[in-house]
């Protein structure tokens, strides 16, 4: 926390002093959305498609936001140039607005409160890259497909990341109501399999990464080594595959080596999984 410099409604303050009401509607019923992004050398990586995104979630629960594009780049910008670090994680969350009472109604809200979270990121640690990671399978009981909204209300995921840990996995895939698996609790899911590329489609509800999308842009104009295709896939083409590796824009790609405590492939970090991160790391530098 003390890392943190955070910029509440355009107020930037260091991470302990940082305060915001008890009721607002974020901290009283996760009635929010949320953008993670971060820095390469003080340039916010894909920004516009982050707020775009942000918009896009904000639609999808009926958030009007009360901040143009322009503010919350502003603001963005404001925050990162206020700091330090040149590679910096950041972190958007509107939330629709501090209410005048408890209650669920909307027309109970004043307008969006705007939260900017930076501080420098870490590299990710060697072992990811030497070792790789490992997942379990969770299942979602909420149906849900299509391209999800990234709301404050992370429960079951929350839920799923709890129960790897307690299996001393690093993190889960999420498996659908349809047995489809979609992605991991903070992070888009990826096999190779005979040479080709799959990822789980967005309409097996999937959040639309936009690390996912740099991968889905290289693929098309052949800047990746395999082919990439987009299919649904069940838990054993994750248990069968040659390579598996999961993305997330803080995370990059990371290898995946044991799913439910079985070796994927040969249980070491996949050659053309980490053949594709320094394409990938070529590709957004
Ligand atoms: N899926 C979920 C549920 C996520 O929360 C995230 C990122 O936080 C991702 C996928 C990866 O998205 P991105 O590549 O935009 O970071």
Not at 185 to 214: C, E, F, Q
Request: with cysteine.
């Amino acid at each position: 926390m003390e890392d943190f410099l955070i910029n509440i409604n355009g107020q930037i303050h260091n991470g302990p002093e940082a305060q915001i009401s008890v009721f607002d509607r974020g901290f009283l019923y996760g009635d929010s959305v949320y953008e993670a992004t971060r820095t390469f050398n003080k340039k916010p990586f894909r920004i516009d498609q982050h707020i775009e995104r942000l918009f896009q979630s904000a639609e999808k629960i009926s958030l009007t936001p009360t901040f143009s594009r322009e503010q919350i780049l502003s603001e963005v910008l404001k925050t990162i140039h206020a700091g330090s670090a040149s590679d910096a994680t950041v972190r958007i969350v509107l939330t629709r607005g501090t209410n005048s009472d408890l209650g669920l109604d909307p027309e109970l809200s004043g307008p969006n409160n705007l939260i900017i979270f930076t501080k420098e990121i870490k590299p990710n640690p060697a072992w990811w890259i030497a070792d790789g990671v490992s997942m379990i399978f969770f299942q979602k009981k909420i149906e849900a497909s299509g391209s999800l909204p990234k709301t404050g209300n992370y429960q079951e995921n929350i839920l799923a990341h709890k129960e790897a840990h307690a299996q001393k996995a690093y993190d889960a895939f999420l498996v659908n109501t349809h047995g489809f698996v979609t992605e991991g609790t903070t992070s888009n899911a990826w096999i190779i399999k005979d040479g080709v590329l799959y990822t789980p489609p967005l309409k097996d509800g999937v959040l639309d990464g936009l690390t996912r999308r740099a991968l889905l842009e290289m693929a098309k104009r052949q800047k990746i080594i395999l082919p990439l295709i987009e299919k649904s896939l069940n838990k054993d083409d994750f248990r069968n595959c040659d390579e598996c590796f999961i993305t997330s824009t803080t995370r990059n790609i990371v290898p995946v080596t044991k799913i439910e405590g079985r070796n994927v492939g040969s249980g070491s970090p996949g050659v053309m999984t980490l053949e594709l991160l320094k394409q990938y790391l070529e590709f957004v530098n």
